[in-house]
């Protein structure tokens, strides 16, 4: 059974930092591309950053590029978001989530079929 926990959700004020992690089991550790998505309320769940199987590739929304990085360690089966520079629109339900295949060229939801229970982040002006 495949399984995916965010932690690391919470509030913080604009200009601040936070970093989510995402522990997953049930399939083979680093055989799946991993993402980051978010939503917030009455708008569609948008990706904000994939990783490829091996971590050597990675895509970024372009809203939050040059703030968060996405990364992950294979032998601890995590998955990071480091959120930097946040703003207020950050604001929103994020969700950790493993791809079909080990690669994903896009930010597309419908590429990704296993999901975390989500983990809040609000982010103050």
């Known amino acids: 059974q495949v399984q995916l926990v965010e932690s690391g959700g919470g509030s913080v004020q604009a200009g601040g930092s936070l970093r989510l992690s995402c522990t997953y089991s049930?399939?083979?550790?680093?055989?799946?591309?991993m993402g980051w998505f978010r939503q917030a309320p009455g708008k569609e769940r948008e990706g904000v950053a994939i990783?490829?199987?091996?971590?050597?590739?990675?895509i970024y929304a372009d809203s939050v590029k040059g703030r968060f990085t996405i990364s992950r360690d294979n032998a601890k089966n995590m998955v990071y978001l480091q959120m930097n520079s946040m703003k207020p629109e950050d604001t929103a339900m994020y969700y950790c989530?493993?791809?079909?295949?080990?690669?994903?060229?896009?930010?597309?939801?419908?590429?990704?079929?296993?999901w975390g229970q989500g983990t809040q982040i609000t982010v103050s002006s």
């Open positions: 989530a493993a791809g079909y295949s080990a690669y994903a060229y896009s930010l597309r939801t419908a590429d990704f079929d296993y």
């Open positions: 049930g399939y083979t550790s680093g055989s799946r591309c």
């Open positions: 990783i490829t199987s091996n971590g050597g590739t990675t």
